[in-house]
């Protein structure tokens, strides 16, 4: 998902600005106190990696005597924070991401957040007049069910599972006048949003390039095609890593004959590292003495595919 522009409302020094295009680079230049930072600050809290904080808000716009707007800062009556803040966003749709939330290829999102209702993520669509049709999903079994009843409809199958009862009002909004309007998002909607990543010096540039590219390492994992080419090579790797460890097994026997038992386990997995873990290994004697036997070795094989071991230390 690709962000094309926001537009501002209520956000300290921006009361009403936008839309302000998205691109690569997008360069804010301007003196201090211009909005240069509350308009990074304000698109960190579109995309969900900022809170809004009470001092966020705009200070309500008053009239002075000549018609021109004035902060309410500058009126004698007590200062006022705007009720609502949000900041909207044009996003531009990949094929893939179109076919997987159901949505075309341009939608508007915003991120809105009132003393009434607190704060939120909306979707700009085509929804029903009647506001009691939106959303059913989220709704408990008794309001749709209390929604039918005022609205006429019924059920032909089990009238205590919830989805039939989200079917036939579904059904019967398809019926009614539509209207464009914003409508709580999806959680997979909101899943797809950019991630928000605040460079600085170089050790939190460093940090935030890892933060993000985990974050797509995880995504492009849960890719079916690529779920299944993973496992193919996790079962090839673990059958290679398995008779390597034989050997070594083999090898550890006949370097220390006294001990009870070696056992190597490798487990091979590209979600959580290449990882091998030696059990099995308790206290032995040695020429009828107690001895204990530390072994040890931890290979992982991490997101930059390094591998890496620690060492071997046997104690006698």
């Not at 408990?140 to 919830?162: E, F």
């Not at 464009?180 to 540039?205: H, Q, T």
């Not at 997101?303 to 230390?313: E, P, S, T, V």
């Amino acid at each position: 998902m690709q962000l094309v522009s926001i537009s501002v409302h209520g956000f300290r020094s921006l009361q009403d600005v936008g839309p302000i295009p998205i691109r690569r680079p997008t360069l804010l230049t301007g003196h201090n106190d211009s909005g240069k930072s509350a308009t990074i600050d304000a698109l960190a809290f579109l995309l969900g990696a900022s809170p809004l904080a009470e001092e966020d808000r705009t200070f309500e716009a008053t009239r002075t005597g000549g018609g021109e707007p004035a902060l309410a800062s500058d009126a004698p009556e007590p200062v006022r924070r705007v009720e609502a803040t949000w900041v909207e966003g044009e996003f531009r749709l990949s094929d893939q991401e179109q076919a997987d939330l159901a949505l075309p290829g341009t939608i508007l999102m915003r991120r809105l957040s009132s003393h009434e209702l607190g704060p939120r993520l909306e979707l700009l669509v085509d929804a029903p007049v009647d506001e009691s049709l939106r959303d059913l999903d989220a709704k408990p079994l008794s309001d749709l069910r209390a929604t039918a009843a005022t609205l006429g409809v019924t059920v032909t199958s089990d009238a205590r599972a919830k989805s039939n009862w989200v079917a036939a009002l579904q059904q019967f909004a398809e019926t009614q006048p539509f209207t464009r309007a914003w409508v709580p998002a999806r959680k997979e909607v909101a899943a797809a949003l950019p991630k928000f990543l605040r460079f600085g010096d170089a050790e939190s540039a460093e940090a935030a390039v890892r933060v993000a590219l985990n974050s797509r390492y995880r995504s492009h994992l849960e890719d079916e095609d690529l779920k299944q080419q993973v496992r193919s090579l996790e079962d090839e790797l673990g059958r290679r890593v398995r008779e390597d460890a034989q050997g070594l097994v083999d090898h550890i026997k006949q370097r220390c004959p006294d001990l009870v038992s070696v056992e190597v386990q490798p487990d091979v997995s590209f979600t959580s590292g290449l990882r091998g873990w030696f059990e099995g290994l308790g206290p032995f004697r040695c020429e009828g003495e107690y001895a204990g036997f530390v072994f040890g070795q931890d290979i992982a094989v991490d997101h930059a595919f390094q591998l890496r071991a620690d060492a071997l230390d046997v104690v006698r």
